[in-house]
């Protein structure tokens, strides 16, 4: 390791001087030669460390690397230096007619004077050392290129997370098996997975997490990392942020856990805790009890993942899966995944031999598989696989599963191409384990520390490097989980926790971590390290002793939880890299203002809001990241290096026009019409912009040349834009869209409030494939006076289509196709007679949102030389809400692809175009459109036999529709709603053969209710009632049981039996709601025969005046609901509800009788209740 920094500091520092345009600064001549001087003896000392590399293990070795290191970072840092005083001279020149200030270079002869003096002094540490490395015998390595130790990495394939598991299929069933069942006696019962490191337990949970059935099974999922980080506030605010997906500054618990019965009263929730080592009885005991106070639906579970067996005893886990090794086939077929996928080693037998002797030495544990299948994707010769098996060394040391997987990551690091890769892994130790890591944020923090630099003469990004050097790791296992966007772009990422600890253990020297209490000393470590994590004590108060031992030449600070920076920042000037969490200053120390090397400042976890003058001086400023500032600081444009500006609250940008570098802007920027504030001029020179841009205010603009000038069609790297305006302002804006034209690289485009009648050329000729022939997705949304959709049919990486308030819009005609433009003339490129048509040939998701004014959306008309068109024909969903005046939808061709389609309030919509059954199709939702009588054109005559994978169908208020055949074929279905669609069900019976069928809502009129659910095996949820009370003439509830009038009445002579068949019946159903009307007097007698039942709701049964005495008998009951009884007054006996032992929770709303009977303390019936944990009773909904 120490080898690798040095290395890649030497590379650097000859690298700098290089690139030092001597030619263009006259006051750097005195000390030209000097520096050349120094460039060729960093060669030399370069020279020497390929031979050192051999030889480090030796203590004299080790001892001149180490002072060889010190010497070359003080070069390293002179140099940085030299470059500030060069940038300091490019804005003096910038700015001859301002003001003159007095910076160092406008005395040469003092910097001369001091540079020669610095650099003298570099110079007889290097000679001195070069001697000591002769008499040690080091020698030096010829080499044939000044970078040939660099290790420049050949871009790889962008990596492929495989989500899919090998020989885990039995684990998850087990685990998931365990999560569904309703046979725990405990409320909140743990599950455990434990294993050692390695095992993939987290990737375990993960895809059981994201199960179908645990999906469904769960109302709310909550998900993160506990580490060895377990404090009960801490654990109950990330809960509350996952639940939000906001920041929460909350540290009061009970604060939290109000907060928290918010988001999860009632609810069945399932909360995974990952990675947890907490083994102290009452930490847990007291997060039991909060979770608990909550007050979720006691058929929530908490998954948690460890290594130990301690930890699932002491959190009394009710099941525990220990997670086994995988087998031998399995291990090489996950090896074989990884080792010959796209663009890695080819499949050969020799490789086949050396690849199954290579996967039994990881002894079956995932992650040792992962690294070293990473590995071997990069290399293509029989001879560089044998080198990995024969490297007995390493493979020998593992005697067990943890030990294999270090050895494999050991490989995997020693094998890493690069210096600078070695260097840019060991940098990740300086975040906490189990940190999530932004992938933007590491790749920056690299180019600050110097770790990236692209070869000379390269057009490389130092971005697009860093983006590869993740990649490369990613394929290592050296890290892993990657997030990513749309667009396929990882942004986020993790360490494996026996990675983070193998990456302490090189990055030891170089790297530190330390929590500070104010007991403590830095000078008590003995830090000698250059990159430091600090985390100060809850108290964040800091003594001077503190700092003790902390080197003065510190590149990199983490510091967590202080309110003295001025005091920490003053004493670390060579800082290149500054991130401050946790700050109670609102204000940015003067001292970073002499941090002329900094080049990464990360603030946004403070309230700081104001910068220094001071700061507009940080001329090696790349990354600036803060919350909100109040104002820009006077001279910001001076930054000429800032390539990345995150804020995240809108703010007017203005004196931006000079930072040519800047890659990434805030996320909105938005125009003013005073000249102070931020004018699309500003973007003019900013061609190197990248990721996303959002300019809102255009409606401030009015001349069409500020739209051009902001040269947006050069923007190449620009993937989303975002044009906004506000639709409530009357605007002339045609010709600033058309002088906004993106490049074509653009891959998201949005246009909002525009009001205009029709869009620019480059949206609407025939030739517009040009500007947006890579678009991915477009979004236009809010334009009231756009007459007319854009042609969109022929974009061939279109995936998603959003668009939304086009109120103007009468007809979706053939424009919208791509067939012919608006004139009508064919724009088709197919030539031959027997052509297909394809439209839309990527898109995947379309949205059509509330488009009032919308009467038709018309069939796609093609050119005559085409025989035959096909249409969306990878499209998955379709979703069309309040479009209320659309009469008819188009034909839409085969959607084989169709996985969810959705109508919402399309009132007159009558029959749906589907004329052949779609085999893919999952979920099926029509709600609010009463006009419809079909969900098929006329010619379908197939069934719902043509939908074997539908999983769920929800019908609401569609009074009409009758058109929806027999069900009983579909053995996926596990969900089904109806709700005000009578004649629906009407048609439907056998409703027992749906054995996947679990949760059931029928609102209807009873005179259509099926008779046979009681024989529904699988069903677990049952929600039965009446759609509309007022028009309901029954006075009995009609149930599976019922053989006359009453609806509950069992002659003696068949009640044995009655009682025996309903016992065989709703055999898995634990939750129920009847929902009665205005005449009910009485429940069903039968429902007190359902002996699983855990939840029962009682909801407008206005007639009824006493809850039977049989509800006692429902022994399983924790959950008892009774809403709008307007006339119930009177509960069962006190002896009947204590029977109740398993009750935790009464709701009571808008029962107006009982609820004053229930009044606390003085109520007739508040006895009854008393004793229940959980007591909600409110006068309204």
């Not at 379908?940 to 009409?960: K, P, R």
């Amino acid at each position: 390791m120490a080898e690798a920094l040095l290395g890649k500091v030497v590379e650097g520092a000859i690298g700098k001087l290089l690139s030092l345009p001597f030619e263009e600064i006259g006051f750097a001549l005195g000390v030209k030669n000097e520096l050349n001087k120094l460039e060729k003896k960093l060669m030399m000392i370069q020279a020497l460390l390929s031979d050192a590399q051999s030889k480090q293990l030796t203590t004299p070795v080790q001892r001149w690397l180490k002072n060889l290191e010190s010497i070359a970072l003080d070069a390293d840092i002179v140099l940085d230096e030299f470059g500030y005083e060069i940038l300091c001279h490019k804005i003096e020149t910038r700015k001859r007619d301002e003001v003159r200030r007095f910076f160092s270079f406008s005395n040469p002869l003092s910097f001369r004077v001091m540079m020669a003096h610095k650099i003298k002094n570099i110079m007889i540490s290097l000679e001195e050392a070069f001697k000591e490395a002769n008499q040690i015998g080091v020698r030096a390595v010829e080499l044939t290129n000044t970078h040939s130790n660099s290790g420049e990495i050949r871009l790889t394939h962008p990596f492929v997370d495989d989500t899919e598991i090998v020989g885990r299929d039995g684990d998850i069933s087990s685990v998931k098996r365990m999560l569904t069942s309703s046979n725990y006696e405990k409320d909140l019962p743990v599950v455990a997975i434990v294993g050692m490191g390695g095992q993939g337990k987290t990737t375990l949970a993960q895809l059981v997490y994201k199960n179908d059935t645990v999906v469904r099974h769960f109302d709310e999922r909550i998900w993160f990392c506990v580490s060895d980080d377990f404090k009960v506030e801490r654990l109950l605010n990330e809960m509350l942020q996952s639940l939000t997906g906001n920041k929460v500054e909350m540290t009061n618990r009970e604060a939290l856990v109000k907060e928290l019965q918010k988001k999860l009263k009632d609810k069945r929730y399932l909360l995974v805790l990952d990675d947890v080592w907490n083994e102290n009885q009452d930490e847990w005991e007291s997060m039991r009890n909060c979770l608990l106070g909550i007050g979720g639906s006691k058929e929530s579970k908490i998954l948690v993942t460890t290594r130990s067996d301690s930890v699932a005893e002491v959190m009394r886990s009710s099941d525990c899966h220990h997670l086994q090794i995988i087998s031998g086939e399995s291990s090489w077929m996950l090896l074989e995944k990884i080792a010959f996928g796209e663009g890695g080693a080819t499949r050969t037998q020799a490789l086949v031999d050396i690849g199954r002797r290579i996967v039994r030495r990881c002894g079956g544990v995932p992650l040792a598989i992962k690294a070293v299948g990473g590995l071997l994707y990069s290399k293509k010769d029989a001879s560089e696989w044998l080198e990995i098996d024969r490297s007995t060394e390493i493979w020998n040391s593992a005697t067990s599963g943890v030990d294999r997987a270090l050895s494999a990551i050991q490989l995997s690091y020693d094998h890493l191409p690069s210096y600078s890769l070695k260097q840019c892994f060991a940098a990740c130790s300086i975040f906490p384990k189990d940190t999530l890591l932004n992938k933007d944020k590491l790749v920056q923090i690299w180019m600050a520390q110097g770790l990236i630099n692209p070869p000379n003469g390269s057009d490389l990004q130092m971005e697009d490097i860093g983006s590869n050097y993740v990649n490369v790791l990613l394929r290592s296992s050296l890290l892993q989980d990657p997030e990513k966007d749309l667009f396929n772009n990882i942004t986020w990422c993790k360490m494996h926790d026996l990675v983070h600890d193998f990456s302490l253990q090189v990055s030891k020297n170089y790297c530190f971590n330390m929590e500070v209490e104010s007991h403590e000393t830095a000078a008590g470590n003995d830090i000698k390290a250059v990159h430091l994590l600090l985390i100060f004590g809850k108290q964040k108060t800091i003594k001077k002793e503190n700092l003790k031992g902390i080197p003065s030449k510190l590149r990199t600070l983490i510091l967590n939880g202080s309110a003295y920076l001025e005091d920490i920042l003053v004493n670390f000037r060579y800082l290149s890299t500054l991130i401050v969490q946790d700050s109670e200053v609102d204000v940015l120390p003067t001292a970073v203002g002499e941090m002329k090397l900094l080049r990464y400042l990360d603030i946004a976890d403070t309230v700081i809001s104001r910068l220094p003058d001071s700061f507009t001086m940080l001329y090696n400023l790349q990354t600036l990241r803060v919350t909100y500032l109040e104002e820009l600081p006077k001279g910001f444009g001076n930054l000429i290096n800032l390539r990345n500006f995150y804020m995240t609250m809108t703010f007017f940008l203005s004196g931006i026009r000079h930072l040519t570098n800047l890659r990434t802007l805030p996320p909105v920027v938005e125009v003013v019409r005073e000249s102070k504030g931020f004018q699309l001029e500003e973007l003019e020179y900013l061609d190197n912009l990248r990721g996303k841009l959002k300019i809102q205010g255009l409606e401030n603009v009015s001349r069409p040349e500020s739209a051009a000038k902001a040269n947006l069609w050069r923007k190449s790297s620009i993937q989303m834009l975002e044009l906004c305006w506000d639709s409530r302002q009357k605007h002339n804006s045609l010709e600033i869209l058309e002088g906004l034209k993106p490049h074509a690289n653009l891959k998201s485009l949005t246009i909002e409030g525009f009001h205009c009648s029709t869009f620019p050329s480059w949206m609407v000729t025939k030739d517009h494939l040009s500007a947006l022939c890579n678009l991915v997705n477009i979004e236009l949304r809010d334009l009231p006076s756009c007459k007319q959709i854009p042609s969109l049919g022929n974009l061939p990486h279109l995936q998603i289509i959003l668009i939304s308030m086009l109120h103007s819009v009468e007809c979706i005609g053939h424009e919208i196709y791509g067939c012919t433009n608006l004139d009508g003339a064919s724009t088709s490129s197919n030539s031959h007679e027997t052509a297909v048509a394809t439209l839309f040939p990527a898109l995947r998701k379309l949205q059509l949102v509330r488009m009032y004014g919308l009467l038709e959306w018309s069939d796609a008309m093609i050119q005559s030389n085409s025989s035959a068109i096909k249409l969306f024909p990878v499209l998955e969903e379709l979703d069309l809400f309040m479009l209320p005046n659309l009469g008819l939808l188009p034909n839409l061709g085969d959607l084989k692809c169709l996985r969810r389609l959705t109508i919402r309030f399309c009132e007159n919509l009558t029959r749906l175009p589907i004329s052949k059954g779609i085999k893919s199709l999952q979920e099926l939702t029509i709600v609010g459109c009463r006009n419809l009588t079909s969900l098929f054109s006329e010619d379908f005559d197939e069934g719902l036999q043509g939908f074997g994978s539908i999983e769920c169908i929800h019908l609401e208020d569609c009074l009409n529709l009758v058109g929806v055949p027999e069900i009983h074929n579909l053995q996926s279905l596990h969900q089904l709603t109806i709700r005000g669609s009578d004649r629906v069900l009407k048609s439907w019976t056998r409703l027992e053969t749906l054995t996947s069928l679990e949760d059931l809502t029928i609102y209807a009129s009873p005179r259509y209710w099926p008779t046979d659910l009681q024989d529904l095996s699988s069903l677990t949820s049952l929600r039965i009632g009446c759609y509309d009370n007022d028009n309901e003439p029954l006075d009995y509830f009609p149930w599976h049981d019922s053989t006359s009038g009453s609806g509950t009445s069992i002659s003696s002579s068949g009640r044995s039996s009655s009682i025996n068949n309903i016992q065989r019946c709703f055999v898995s159903l634990t939750s129920l709601e009847l929902r009665g009307w205005r005449n009910l007097k009485s429940l069903p007698e039968s429902i007190q025969y359902i002996s699983a039942l855990r939840d029962i709701t009682i909801e407008d049964f206005q007639a009824l005046e006493a809850l039977p005495e049989w509800l006692g008998d429902i022994s399983c009951l924790e959950s008892l609901k009774i809403w709008g009884c307007k006339n119930l007054k009177q509960l069962p006996s006190v002896e009947v509800m204590q029977c109740l032992t398993n009750l935790q929770k009464i709701s009571i709303r808008e029962c107006p009788l009982l609820r004053e009977r229930c009044t606390k303390y003085s109520g007739a019936e508040w006895h009854k209740i008393a004793h229940i944990p959980n007591i909600d009773i409110r006068g309204i909904w």
